[in-house]
């Protein structure tokens, strides 16, 4: 009490120097929180099925930046082609073959090793292509969750390689904030405001969820059967299609957390 003022301590932020005493004693103040969350060990098969994911994405990237180079190159001699890697892969050989085009014989040798790399990434990528649909036809698990729409091979190995059973999840609607399925909140009191989705979590993963309801939201444009597609098609009417396309990617993730997590199937609806 001062002058008959009840003095409210304030918080410092941080406590000491950085040294190892404070950092484990830090540690040891974290673990103790309830609010603590903790990452349980992967087995050895799910790190095999991961790395064939995370080695197939790097060798894509490369194949990516490879194309867009040739892009680049072609394009600063007047010579556009399409953004697509497999439109590419079809207009390059033509236009190394086209004597009237004006590239100079070094740019054509330069141009014949960029496109030589780049067959022999998509090469390697067509590889862990077939390593990973092997991984799928021998998971009974991964063979359960693809019976939902959206869900293929890659992204029902890269879920069983992420999360297992997912025992660590409390429930499907945690699991489908965990790749940042869900929207960003901005809120302050009894005002709620919902942001576009958090984008936190396995990048890799979200991409997979997305690209499979983005072609869930495309089928069900011209197809009202059953009870999914009229669900989507309702919601597209009045969210938008991207907006569709998140609800039904979050959707994907509960209901496969469900299958994992139950250990049963999925009645296709």
């Not at 600063?76 to 953004?83: A, E, F, L, Q, Y």
């Not at 790399?117 to 063979?143: G, Y």
């Not at 499907?172 to 979590?201: C, E, I, N, Y």
Request: glycine residues 8%.
């Amino acid at each position: 009490m001062s002058a008959g003022k009840s003095v409210c301590k304030t918080l410092c932020p941080r406590a000491g120097q950085k040294n190892d005493g404070n950092d484990a004693q830090a540690i040891a103040v974290a673990l103790m929180q309830p609010t603590m969350q903790f990452v349980p060990p992967k087995s050895p098969e799910q790190q095999d099925i991961q790395a064939l994911h995370r080695a197939r994405q790097r060798i894509v990237n490369h194949r990516t930046a490879t194309a867009c180079q040739i892009r680049g190159l072609l394009l600063d001699r007047g010579i556009p082609i399409g953004s697509a890697v497999s439109r590419a892969r079809r207009a390059i050989p033509l236009i190394l073959e086209d004597a009237e085009n004006g590239l100079s014989s070094r740019m054509r040798r330069t141009i014949a090793e960029l496109y030589d790399l780049f067959n022999d990434l998509w090469r390697r990528i067509h590889f862990f292509d077939k390593e990973i649909e092997t991984v799928f036809r021998q998971s009974e698990a991964c063979q359960r969750i693809a019976k939902v729409k959206g869900i293929g091979p890659e992204t029902a190995t890269a879920v069983v390689a992420a999360i297992g059973k997912g025992t660590e999840f409390k429930n499907g609607r945690h699991f489908a904030a965990w790749p940042g399925l869900v929207p960003r909140q901005h809120s302050s009191g009894d005002r709620q405001v919902l942001m576009s989705m958090t984008k936190k979590g396995d990048k890799h993963l979200r991409t997979l969820f997305i690209h499979g309801a983005r072609a869930v939201v495309r089928v069900a444009t011209n197809n009202n059967d059953g009870h999914m597609n009229q669900w989507v098609n309702q919601l597209k009417e009045r969210r938008g299609f991207n907006k569709t396309t998140v609800a039904v990617a979050n959707k994907n993730a509960r209901i496969i957390w469900s299958v994992l997590r139950n250990d049963t199937g999925y009645q296709v609806v």
